[in-house]
């Protein structure tokens, strides 16, 4: 591959990316040629139906599955070439994880604090003390500071996925990624966790990547980009004047957005290939696999069903 990335401004670049789960008796196509970039400090979020590739794709990114072909770069970094005893390394130190499952991201028997301070173990060079110091600035950087000395089951499903959070930012990570991380909890609870990835991206400059088949939790950022049949189709991008409330009015609440705070994209590949949402599909009522694309006077594309000539 000769392109030229731009790793100074993203930190994840997804270039034509393919992944092939294969078995004894099928083979799987995961991804078809994924093209994504995204920005170093963005909160993004990855959304599609189940089957769609979204998780496939998290997974890559984190390094806990290897791409099959096509490029995949995580902080300037070549996951289709790192070597497997840099792995490890990578997981520890350049992104971290929250999971839907809370018994996936805690250890029960462990307090707040404690589960926080686990993963600073492997550490060597810093005191406990500082261990315990940061453990405690990231609860209150999540706003779960005053149960620091309680257990997993004094606390609620909301109050864990906040130490979940905290966990994952023990080892300054760059990349912050969330699988379905409002998935067992309510609205109310949502917009809280909602309100603490802002937090920390604007505290830390953490980049967060959210996985959701939720399309209200895609409104509530910046950028949401739609995965369909292993590619992606097309992207939400958050309205300029709602950017500017979520990021300087005080008591501005997630909450307060709709559908009409984001516009939808199609996404063109490097081929030209774009794919026309479904619902457009209906309403041309096509009786085939053939569309008619046709361009008016003001330069707008046209679709519209074909029309044969007898």
């Known amino acids: 591959m000769n392109e030229v990335y731009d790793f100074e401004k993203y930190v994840v670049i997804c270039d034509t990316l393919v992944k092939i789960y294969k078995t004894r008796d099928i083979e799987v196509l995961a991804l078809q040629g994924l093209d994504l970039q995204i920005e170093y400090g963005e909160i993004i979020a990855i959304i599609g139906n189940s089957g769609s590739g979204k998780s496939t794709l998290l997974n890559m990114i984190g390094g806990l599955d290897k791409p099959s072909a096509g490029g995949l770069f995580v902080d300037g970094i070549d996951l289709l070439k790192m070597r497997e005893k840099d792995v490890p390394a990578?997981?520890?130190?350049?992104?971290?994880?929250?999971?839907?499952?809370?018994?996936?991201?805690?250890?029960?028997?462990?307090?707040?604090?404690?589960?926080?301070?686990?993963?600073?173990?492997?550490?060597?060079?810093?005191?406990?003390?500082?261990?315990?110091?940061?453990?405690?600035?990231?609860?209150?950087?999540?706003?779960?500071?005053?149960?620091a000395g309680h257990k997993l089951n004094q606390l609620s499903g909301g109050e864990q996925q906040r130490v979940a959070i905290a966990l994952a930012l023990a080892n300054h990570p760059k990349i912050l990624l969330a699988d379905e991380p409002t998935g067992s909890v309510d609205t109310k609870t949502t917009e809280v966790i909602m309100d603490v990835f802002r937090s920390v991206n604007k505290a830390l400059g953490t980049t967060i990547i959210i996985v959701t088949h939720d399309r209200q939790i895609s409104k509530k950022v910046q950028r949401a980009v739609a995965i369909r049949d292993g590619k992606t189709s097309s992207e939400f991008i958050m309205r300029p004047s709602i950017s500017v409330q979520m990021g300087s009015i005080s008591g501005f609440s997630s909450g307060d957005i709709d559908e009409s705070t984001q516009q939808e994209f199609a996404v063109l590949d490097k081929a030209g290939r774009v794919q026309i949402p479904g619902e457009f599909l209906e309403q041309l009522g096509l009786g085939d696999n053939k569309v008619h694309i046709s361009m008016d006077g003001s330069k707008q594309i046209v679709l519209s069903a074909p029309k044969y000539n007898e």
């Open 90 to 147: 990578f997981k520890t130190g350049t992104v971290g994880f929250v999971w839907q499952n809370n018994a996936r991201n805690l250890i029960p028997y462990l307090t707040a604090l404690e589960n926080v301070m686990m993963p600073m173990q492997f550490n060597k060079l810093e005191s406990v003390a500082n261990k315990k110091e940061r453990a405690r600035e990231l609860l209150d950087l999540t706003d779960i500071g005053k149960r």
